[in-house]
Every structure is written in structure tokens, then in C-alpha cells.
């Protein structure tokens, strides 16, 4: 007896210390997750229902009249009509995704900007026009990425999505059930005005949106600046940035996908590639289409008399197979391509085409198939984060995640403010044991090597805890 009593004392020690240890990285972690997760979850919430919301708020620029038996008008005569309301140069045409949606025109205007203009494929009319990603929708993308702040916000968000990944796995620890009974497990236990109803409200919820928040922590890590951008890079091969075992037998330009407008997460990096200018001593030659063709001129806006034209690299596109709603980014040089994309809902209709400006011909065909092992996996992952890639289920999934989400923080804090002690942050006490926070670190080491970024605010967020945290009195929570 005299010798299994100090054992289990020491046992019961080194247990209390991890906990105190978990608890605390816990509590940071939340700190610095939680404003973030909410805000996150609110415009997330609402970026699920983009089309809804759009239809609605740009319900006269979006919607259109179907009249019955009348052709659309044609692609040239729509770009056209755009340019007479806003000046400038056309730069992509968007299909009417259904019968009674609007052209889009997006056009460099004269100003320097670019205005998304909306046209009525029925009549050719101008229905008015907006910034280039200027709808509702998009500013509640920005929003949930803080691109409207920079870079600086940008590498935050990054960070947070790690942290949020060491938040769960310490509350999964700090939830494990360690005594009889359901109470703060399966099972929530008082009323409101209880401490108790906030603790066990927080732990059940946390361990069923806990894996939700995970992966979308994870599946949210592509957009990323410095994580997203090396993984991109690393996932796209290095035959001109598309995945390994894509053949691209062609001329390749130094403009990127991405910088032609919206793209995949995969296809960010993949180069555009040229088109064959026709020689002098093809110019009289016959065109495909049994015109004489001319020698290239620089585009102005205008399409040049040797090229196949917008009409006929839609009805090409059309004639491939693309999904309604493609966008067909238009050439302004010479040796410029028609890059017809989509990216719809179902992730194998995801397509890019790149055709000669000259010949009409099909210079390369990107699938979702074409995407290497990891470019499929993340693909797959963001359609979902999306809401896309199973329809409402999808989007009411994780609108119930993201009022889960916002639930679990307000329940933190809630629950901090009742157990902090009166003039104290409130930092659950240190280990009686500092060495206990050895093993802690090796594991939050692992998670700093794979997410850089991260890795290095754990690092800071260790040196103020060693430095400052530390002398500071502070009548931690026990």
C-alpha cells in the first residue's frame, strides 16, 4: 500500500498536468480562432446560397423573358451591343447558363476598369452592367477570404485555419470521457444561466462539428497565400504548371489560366498556350470556313478578318460538349487564343479548351479526369466546401455546420466569462510540471512543418507564453 499510493499520486499528477497543459493551448487556440470562425461562418453561410442571393438582389440584370421560337442572338452582335454602352475592348463572353439567364460581357473599359455588362440573348438589349465581380455574391467571397485586406489578412485566415485544426484536437481530448455518465458527453446538463449548460452545450457541439471544422479548415488551406500557393504548384507537375502526364505538344505563352479570369484551384498555374500565326505565303490561302484569309493584325477590340471569330469559337465550343454557362476568354493578340472554361456544379463537367484564333482548332483539352491523385482529392474537397457537390443537401449540411460553428464560439465565450475569475484573463493555470509540455510541442512541431505559416505563429505564440504569460500574475482557471 505504501508504495501503489505515491505511483498513482504521481500518475494522477502528470495526468492533471497534460490536461492543464492541453487546456491552455486549448484556451489560446480559441482566442485567436474564434473571431475568425464566426466571421468565417457567417459569410460562409451565406456564399452557399450565392445564386439565390444574386437571383434575387440582381434579379434585372440576371434574368431574362424566354420568348419561344426566337433564336439567340448571336454571340458578335451581343459583344457589340456591350461595347456601344461601355467603350472599351471585350475581353470574355459567358453563355447564358439557362433558358431565361443573360450574356455576360466583361469589358476593359476605356477608363481602365472592367464591367461585367449583362445583355439579353433574346433581343441583344443591354441590360445594364457592374463592376467586373462586382455582384453581392462575389463581395461575400471577398468578405470570407478578407482579400478586400491584403496580404497580411490573407496569411491570418491562413493561420487560423491551422489553429482551428489544434483546436479541435484538443478538445477532443479535454471532451474524452474520463468518469461515469453522459453528462457533458452525449448529454447536456442544466439550464442557460449555468456555467455547467455553457461547458457541456460547448463540448457536445464541439465533438460533432468538430470534423467539419476540420475539413474545412483543410479544404479552405488551397486558397491560401503560402501553403495554397507552394501545394499548387508542387500538385500542377512542371509541364508548363499542368499535372504530370498531360501532353502539351504546342506553343506555350507566359500568360497563366489565372490570369484570364476564373479557373480551378489545379489549372491556377497552367500557361496559356499560343496560336500559329498564319505566314505571308498562306495568306491567300483558304480558310477552314472558305474564306480568304489576311494577314494578322493586333486586335483592338474589334475581331481580326483572319481569325475564326467569337461565333465560331462558341459554336466549336458548343459542338465539344462544353456544359452551359462556359466563358470564353477572347484573344487581343496575335498569337492569342479562344479559351473556352466551365466549371459547373458536377465536378466531372469541369473543362478547359483552348482553340487557334486562325484555325479553330483545338490546341488543349482539360478535364477534371486529367487532374493528378491530389488535384482531384482538393477538387473534390472545395466542391463540397463549396456547397456545390451535392446540390441543397450539400448547402443545408453545412448551413447547420456554420450555425453549429457560431453556436460552439458564443458558447466559449460565454462560458469563459463565468468561470473567469474577477479581474483575470482567465489562462487555465500552468502545469505544476513544465516538462509536461514537451510532448505538446513535439506535436504541434509536426503541424508547423506542414503548414509553414502556422507553424511559425505557434512558435511565436510559445516564446509569449514562456516570456510574458508567465509573469504576469494570474489567478488561472483551475
Given at each position: ?55 434575387i ?37 459567358t ?23 449583362y445583355v439579353?440573348?433574346?433581343?441583344g ?27 497580411v ?10 489553429w ?18 453522459l453528462?457533458?458527453v ?35 488551406m ?19 504548371g ?9 506553343p ?11 479557373t ?51 459554336a ?12 470564353v ?5 496575335p ?55 451535392f ?18 464560439a ?10 473567469r ?58
Amino acid at each position: 500500500m505504501s508504495r501503489s499510493a505515491p505511483a498513482k499520486t504521481v500518475s494522477a499528477t502528470r495526468s492533471a498536468d497534460l490536461y492543464r497543459a492541453v487546456w491552455r493551448w486549448h484556451f489560446y487556440a480559441g482566442l485567436l480562432v474564434l473571431p475568425f470562425m464566426i466571421t468565417l461562418a457567417i459569410t460562409g453561410a451565406l456564399y452557399l446560397f450565392r445564386d439565390e442571393i444574386d437571383g434575387i438582389m440582381h434579379r434585372d440584370l440576371l434574368r431574362v423573358a424566354v420568348v419561344e421560337g426566337v433564336e439567340r442572338v448571336a454571340p458578335e452582335t451581343m459583344v457589340a451591343s456591350a461595347l456601344a454602352a461601355v467603350p472599351g475592348q471585350a475581353v470574355k463572353y459567358t453563355d447564358p447558363r439557362i433558358e431565361n439567364a443573360s450574356a455576360e460581357i466583361t469589358v476593359a473599359a476605356d477608363d481602365g476598369a472592367r464591367r461585367a455588362v449583362y445583355v439579353d440573348p433574346y433581343t441583344g438589349n443591354v441590360l445594364g452592367s457592374l463592376p467586373d465581380r462586382g455582384t453581392v455574391a462575389w463581395t461575400i467571397r471577398y468578405l470570407h477570404s478578407l482579400k478586400f485586406f491584403g496580404t497580411v489578412a490573407r496569411g491570418a485566415i491562413e493561420i487560423a485555419a491551422g489553429w482551428s485544426i489544434l483546436l479541435v484536437a484538443t478538445g477532443i481530448y479535454l471532451w474524452w470521457p474520463r468518469r461515469a455518465g453522459l453528462g457533458g458527453v452525449l448529454t447536456v446538463r442544466g439550464a442557460p444561466r449555468n456555467r455547467m449548460f455553457w461547458r457541456d452545450t460547448h463540448a457536445v457541439l464541439g465533438i460533432v462539428v468538430g470534423s467539419v471544422i476540420v475539413f474545412l479548415a483543410i479544404t479552405g488551406m488551397p486558397w491560401s497565400n503560402v501553403w495554397g500557393g507552394k501545394v499548387n504548384e508542387w500538385a500542377n507537375g512542371n509541364n508548363y504548371g499542368y499535372p504530370d502526364g498531360v501532353r502539351v505538344n504546342v506553343p506555350m505563352s507566359q500568360e497563366k489560366l489565372a490570369d484570364k479570369g476564373l479557373t480551378s484551384w489545379s489549372l491556377e498555374q497552367a500557361q496559356v498556350p499560343q496560336s500559329a500565326v498564319p505566314t505571308t505565303e498562306h495568306n491567300h490561302a483558304e480558310h477552314d470556313h472558305g474564306q480568304p484569309m489576311a494577314a494578322p493584325a493586333p486586335s483592338d477590340g474589334a475581331f481580326a478578318t483572319s481569325d475564326i471569330g467569337l461565333n465560331s469559337a462558341v459554336a466549336t465550343f458548343e459542338k465539344l460538349g462544353l456544359h452551359s454557362g462556359f466563358a470564353v476568354s477572347i484573344p487581343s493578340t496575335p498569337t492569342g487564343v479562344f479559351t473556352g472554361s466551365v466549371y459547373p456544379d458536377d465536378l466531372s463537367q469541369q473543362r478547359v479548351v483552348h482553340l487557334d484564333r486562325y484555325s479553330g482548332n483545338p490546341l488543349l483539352d482539360m478535364r477534371y479526369t486529367d487532374y493528378g491523385p491530389l488535384g482531384r482529392w482538393l477538387e473534390f474537397g472545395i466542391n463540397v466546401h463549396m456547397g456545390q457537390e451535392f446540390g441543397l443537401a450539400n448547402q443545408l449540411f453545412l448551413l447547420a455546420a456554420c450555425m453549429g460553428i457560431i453556436l460552439l464560439a458564443v458558447s466559449a465565450g460565454i462560458m469563459w466569462w463565468k468561470r473567469r475569475p474577477a479581474g483575470s484573463l482567465g489562462v487555465p493555470a500552468m502545469p505544476s510540471d513544465p516538462k509536461i509540455f514537451r510532448g505538446l510541442i513535439a506535436l504541434l512541431a509536426i503541424g508547423g512543418i506542414i503548414f509553414p505559416l502556422v507553424g511559425l505563429s505557434l512558435i511565436v505564440m510559445l516564446a509569449f507564453d514562456l516570456l510574458v504569460m508567465r509573469s504576469i500574475p494570474n489567478r488561472g482557471m483551475a
